[in-house]
């Protein structure tokens, strides 16, 4: 065994740069972006041309107050995130836990909505056109809710254990900045589904 | 300056048992360990694509030859171009990003070591999965093997009915599974270069190397996805019945060619930027000359990688689009020769009046200059799409994009192979096979890609099992398949060359090439904290100022 030594410099040079966090979930927006480009243009270039029935007219009802939940989801998270940085602690878990419900509202909807479609309507991802590609870019959706979710709960567990700290709240900003994404991607499937596609 | 210091106790000298060494290996987050990982994983599929090739090649050396089934000729064509795309070239260029771009930015690792080391396994069960196939493909239905579609897979021919068993599936999971690790990569890369970089170093003073790695992130980023989209209606359509891709229910097989080519022009990029990337760092090293036009290097970048995501239709010209469509994307494709014509200028004028040293990296990097020309000019004559309706899927096809990809790509990537295993393995190569292995190579390479334009124009369609005799293609193809000798014959000089030296190669100390960028500032192969104290810089050639203080870089910058 032999040691030796580093030194240390005295001063830090004052050097700031763009913290990794924030920048890597803004290339994973970017990636996710791309994916959802490819589904909607896939919608959209196949609206009309289902061979058979149902269509999207008969069947699609705009999911408003799940639209409703869903965007609101993003103005808890955005006031839970900004009283933990504030470093009010309690306040976080209950914005938070808002969050949450929120999200659970709108994914139980969408469960329900699809249930409605498969038994009332007869409509599967193997009917028809439109049944494909409204499960998939739907779902596509759904998903990513479910992983949101899954993230939102486990830091819940961790807030209401009392683990989540003032300290904590860049990587809750930046776990808030894809439950953003998520609230977008809803505009857009909402526009290209229920509006542009009936 | 130092007033404080900390002690770290040293680790015995003596070697860990073997177990105990391969459990470092893999349970690594070591960037430099990671990167050397993926360039292993990359060369294990380098030979298991140039196998591939070569049975192609000894099938076609003569009309009527029945060296493999017209099936197994289909399985070998698209393993071949799967596997050089997703489990070579991408692995290569990941890896050697990997280890020099936190070294080159004078980080101690990449922004996210753990993710870095899920998305190497990531793309390493990928290669598993697909080379699996060739066991377990068949599935229940006794009918598949290895995929057999191409490697850009087009609809109808991978839907259920006419692709049985699981072969696509394999394809498919394969390239989706690797194309995660690749999105994570390129997540990582981006985030090392914008967050990680040493004091002093903005991003006009980052090595070209890092620079154009960061626009390689971004390509990918962005194209990787579209294809893992595709991939996701894909086995939609595969297993829950979907109808994407299938015409019957109105379906629409264009769509998933342009999905596919969506990613497949980028990448393209994703593979010839990183090739940038490394002559960008080694010609100025041996012809002793800063690199010439450095900003206009990084805009010429970023304009091919603008320009790239707007190509991609010229895979298409013969479905028959628009002719607005065919317009847009003759003039795109064209335009995309400007700014690397540029790049080549830089290059050349780097070279001019330099005092240049012909050492092995340095031949391989002369050579790709030549090559990544003739590639770029028979790359303008298909984008012109009258041009492209005369020879879209024939062997002047082949020959082009193997010209770019083997003359253009791979040349660099030996080059830098012999550049930086100096500083990866402590050793020097030994420069006579390094020469040796070049000139196999060179002589082989325009055996194979110069005299296989000759059968594209004399009208040989691309992946045809054999061909009848007496159409003029006889004399070219025995001359391509000669060629492919010698590329095999040079591999396996490099091949031995790496073993050798790994093992007997003299010491190459920390700064062999007298090079100017960090990773030479610190010793080889360099500890695991790369640097003991992060360096500073002031310039773009950070150890030139170091070794000429009187004539420091910043004084011009």
């Known amino acids: 065994m032999s040691a030796f030594s580093i030194p240390v410099p005295e001063h830090q040079p004052q050097w700031n740069l763009p913290a990794r966090g924030p920048v890597a979930m803004y290339c994973l927006i970017a990636a996710e972006a791309a994916i959802f480009t490819i589904f909607v243009v896939a919608y959209i270039f196949y609206v009309g041309k289902s061979a058979t029935g149902p269509q999207p007219a008969t069947v699609l009802h705009a999911p408003i107050f799940l639209t409703v939940c869903l965007l609101s989801s993003s103005l808890t998270i955005h006031i839970a995130v900004r009283s933990l940085r504030k470093g009010n602690v309690g306040r976080f878990a209950w914005w938070w836990c808002g969050t949450v419900v929120l999200g659970g509202i709108f994914l139980a909807g969408t469960a329900r909505e699809w249930r409605h479609l498969i038994y009332q309507d007869g409509l599967t991802i193997q009917t028809n056109l439109f049944g494909t590609t409204y499960y998939s870019l739907v779902g596509l959706h759904a998903f990513h809710v479910v992983m949101g979710l899954g993230a939102l709960t486990l830091v819940l567990a961790f807030a209401i254990h009392g683990d989540v700290r003032p300290e904590h709240s860049e990587r809750t900003e930046v776990l808030s900045m894809y439950w953003h994404f998520v609230d977008a991607v809803w505009v857009v499937v909402f526009t290209v589904v229920y509006i542009i596609g009936r | ?557």
């Open chain 2, 1 to 557: 300056m130092s007033t404080a210091s900390i002690t770290i106790g040293h680790a015995s000298s003596e070697r860990p048992p073997l177990v105990e060494t391969l459990h470092q290996w893999v349970t690594t987050v070591d960037h430099k360990r990671l990167g050397v990982l993926y360039i292993l994983y990359a060369l294990i599929f380098l030979v298991f694509g140039g196998i591939e090739a070569t049975i192609m090649r000894i099938q076609l050396i003569r009309p009527h030859n029945d060296f493999v089934s017209p099936e197994v000729f289909n399985r070998m064509f698209t393993m071949h171009g799967t596997t050089m795309i997703f489990f070579a070239a991408m692995p290569i260029v990941f890896g050697f990003a990997n280890y020099l771009v936190p070294l080159m930015v004078g980080a101690r690792d990449m922004a996210f070591p753990r993710l870095n080391a899920f998305s190497f396994w990531l793309s390493a069960f990928g290669g598993f999965l697909l080379y699996f196939s060739f066991l377990g493909g068949d599935g229940l239905y006794g009918a598949g093997n290895a995929p057999d579609v191409g490697w850009f897979a087009y609809a109808p021919l991978t839907s259920q009915t006419f692709s049985l068993g699981h072969s696509t599936d394999f394809w498919i999971l394969a390239v989706f599974v690797s194309g995660l690790g690749s999105m994570g990569t390129a997540i990582n890369i981006v985030a090392t270069v914008l967050c990680m970089r040493c004091p002093g170093m903005t991003l006009g003073k980052m090595p070209l190397l890092a620079w154009l790695n960061l626009v390689m992130g971004g390509l990918v980023i962005l194209s990787m996805s579209p294809l893992t989209a595709a991939q996701l209606m894909l086995l939609i359509d595969r297993y829950l019945g979907g109808h994407f891709f299938d015409a019957q229910a109105g379906g629409s097989a264009v769509l998933w060619m342009h999905f596919f080519w969506i990613f497949g022009h980028p990448e393209v990029y994703v593979l010839a930027i990183p090739a940038f990337a490394f002559a960008s760092e080694i010609i100025p090293v041996f012809s002793r000359k800063a690199i010439f036009g450095y900003p206009v290097m990084v805009a010429a970048t970023l304009a091919i990688g603008f320009i790239s995501m707007s190509v991609w239709a010229h895979h298409m010209f013969t479905v028959g689009m628009t002719a607005a469509g065919n317009t847009f994307f003759v003039l795109s494709t064209m335009a995309i020769a400007v700014p690397t014509g540029i790049k080549i200028f830089n290059w050349l004028a780097t070279m001019w009046g330099g005092k240049i040293q012909f050492r092995t990296p340095m031949l391989f990097c002369v050579a790709f200059l030549f090559q990544f020309l003739i590639a770029g000019l028979t790359g303008i004559m298909l984008s012109a799409a009258p041009f492209d309706w005369q020879l879209s899927g024939s062997y002047f096809v082949v020959a082009h994009f193997h010209y770019v990809i083997v003359g253009g790509i791979l040349f660099t990537v030996f080059g830098a192979f012999y550049y930086w295993f100096p500083k990866m393995s402590g050793r020097m190569y030994n420069e006579a096979l390094g020469k040796l292995h070049f000139w196999l190579f060179a002589i082989g390479f325009h055996l194979t890609f110069d005299f296989m334009h000759i059968p594209g124009l004399l009208g040989m369609p691309r992946r045809i099992y054999t061909y009848e005799p007496g159409r003029g293609w006889d004399i070219w193809n025995l001359i391509v398949t000669i060629g492919v000798f010698f590329q095999a014959a040079g591999t396996l000089v490099f091949l031995g060359n790496l073993l050798w030296s790994k093992w007997r190669g003299v010491a190459a100390g920390s700064d062999p090439w007298d090079a100017w960028t960090l990773e030479w500032s610190t010793a080889s192969p360099p500890p695991a904290y790369n640097f003991a104290v992060l360096p500073e810089v002031r310039s773009r050639r950070p150890l030139w100022d170091l070794k000429h203080p009187e004539d420091p870089d910043w004084h011009y910058e």
